[in-house]
């Protein structure tokens, strides 16, 4: 099937990347901000995780993992269990201290799950409408490709994160 091809395609990249940012990635190098209002690879790959898990449980009309599988205890972040970034201050960026393979962890889980969802739409789903809230209204393909175009930036922002704290020094 064509477009769950794509899809699958798609999440792939947005898992290579994901993974090449964080690829031997220590403390130091994983809350390196740029400066004091910019953004850290921690965050960033916590963030696009957050709203993947949120959009594909949204679609599944299911729970997120980020609750029921416990990953936000594992990660004891100070901030509501439902938060997933948006409007997040400098401050709550810099709350964000976790391991790469914590972060990984999450990740994977939540792509795994997003793949095998994929596995179980047919061609006549992606064109189902999903939120009526837009004009025009969101269809299930539109929102996939929403949440792949906001997970592609932030990963290839955390790669560049990744990029300038090297040239600062850290690994």
């Known amino acids: ?13 947005v898992h290579d990347s994901v993974h090449a940012s964080l690829l ?3 403390p130091e ?16 790959v916590w963030h696009l995780t957050r709203v993947q898990d949120d959009h594909i449980a949204g679609l599944m009309d299911g ?16 901030f509501a269990a439902s938060a997933t970034g948006y409007g997040q201050s400098a401050g ?12 990984l962890g999450y990740f994977d889980a939540v792509h795994e799950r997003t793949l095998d969802y994929l596995d179980t739409l047919t061609e ?10 837009w004009t025009p209204a969101v269809t299930l393909a539109v929102r996939l490709i929403s949440v792949i175009n ?8 955390a790669s ?9 020094g850290l690994h």
Do not use: C
């Not at 390196?32 to 960033?44: C, E, S």
């Not at 906001?150 to 922002?157: C, E, F, K, N, Y």
């Not at 560049?160 to 600062?168: I, K, N, S, T």
């Open 1 to 13: 099937m064509l477009s769950t091809d794509l899809m699958r395609d798609a999440f792939s990249r």
């Open 24 to 26: 031997g990635a220590g």
């Open 29 to 44: 190098l994983l809350e390196y901000r740029a400066d004091p209002q910019a953004n850290t690879i921690a965050w960033l």
């Open 63 to 78: 729970p997120q993992l980020w609750t029921t599988a416990g990953w936000h205890k594992r990660f004891d972040l100070p």
């Open 92 to 103: 709550d960026v810099a709350a964000v201290k976790v391991g790469a393979d914590l972060l």
């Open 124 to 133: 006549a789903d992606y064109g189902r409408v999903v939120d009526t809230r």
């Open 150 to 157: 906001d997970d592609l930036q932030h990963a290839g922002q």
């Open 160 to 168: 560049y994160v990744r990029g300038l704290a090297q040239r600062a």
